[in-house]
């Protein structure tokens, strides 16, 4: 059974960089879309982007585009993702989650639990 | 960016009931649109994908349809368990977006 797992500061100040790693267990980091998502309490979900394990290529919100950076390491079964300049409107709580490149559609198939973030000085 | 409207944005009912929520896509889609349930302090959980395909391990009582920018979401007979906010979400093109949300409580 696949498992997603978030790590990372659960505060960061404001203007610095949020840092998570998403640990993969169960299954191989290849051959999918590996994304990241952040729901703020009491709000809808934002897709952030995500990166493809074959070829690393990466497609991000334009809205955060700016300020995001992803990565993946295929040798710990871990993608990362940096935001830069952080504000307090970045406090939410993140969660990785697979796309499933085998149906056309690439739905979300498996997440993590989630980790909340909270940007504050 | 392709946006996502549901409706309603809650609505309340009983353990039985039948329970259909909506979504609009802003542009054709044509079947790339998914369906996820989040109960309070979970992630979401993937039902339906392609529109009308139900993921493994999903309850029979879950349906979907649509195509194009008109798609529903079907609960045949609500049970205790569904009571959760319940997203669509479109993968045809980038940013991936998300509809605000139904929010399905108990009567």
């Known amino acids: 059974q696949v498992q997603l797992q978030e790590s990372g500061p659960g505060l960061v100040k404001p203007s610095e960089t949020l840092s998570l790693t998403c640990t993969v267990s169960g299954g191989s980091i290849s051959d999918y879309y590996w994304n990241w998502f952040r729901q703020p309490a009491g709000n809808g979900l934002e897709w952030i982007g995500h990166?493809?394990?074959?070829?690393?290529?990466?497609s991000y919100n334009p809205s955060l585009k700016s300020r995001v950076t992803m990565s993946l390491d295929t040798s710990k079964n871990q993608f990362s993702l940096k935001l830069n300049s952080v504000t307090a409107a970045d406090t939410a709580v993140y969660y990785c989650?697979?796309?499933?490149?085998?149906?056309?559609?690439?739905?979300?198939?498996?997440w993590g639990q989630g980790t909340l973030v909270t940007v504050s000085s | 960016d392709i946006q996502m409207t549901q409706s309603p944005s809650s609505l309340s009912a009983s353990v039985g009931d039948r329970v259909t929520i909506t979504c609009r896509a802003s542009q054709s889609i044509s079947n790339y649109l998914n369906w996820y349930q989040q109960q309070p302090g979970k992630a979401p959980k993937l039902l339906i994908y392609a529109a009308s395909s139900v993921q493994s391990g999903v309850p029979s009582r879950f349906s979907g349809s649509g195509s194009g920018t008109d798609f529903t979401l079907t609960i045949s007979s609500l049970q205790p368990e569904d009571f959760a906010t319940y997203y669509c979400?479109?993968?045809?093109?980038?940013?991936?977006?998300f509809g605000g949300g139904t929010k399905v409580e108990i009567k």
């Open positions: 979400q479109q993968t045809y093109s980038t940013p991936r977006t």
């Open positions: 989650a697979r796309g499933s490149v085998y149906i056309a559609q690439l739905p979300f198939d498996y």
């Open positions: 990166i493809y394990s074959s070829g690393r290529s990466t």
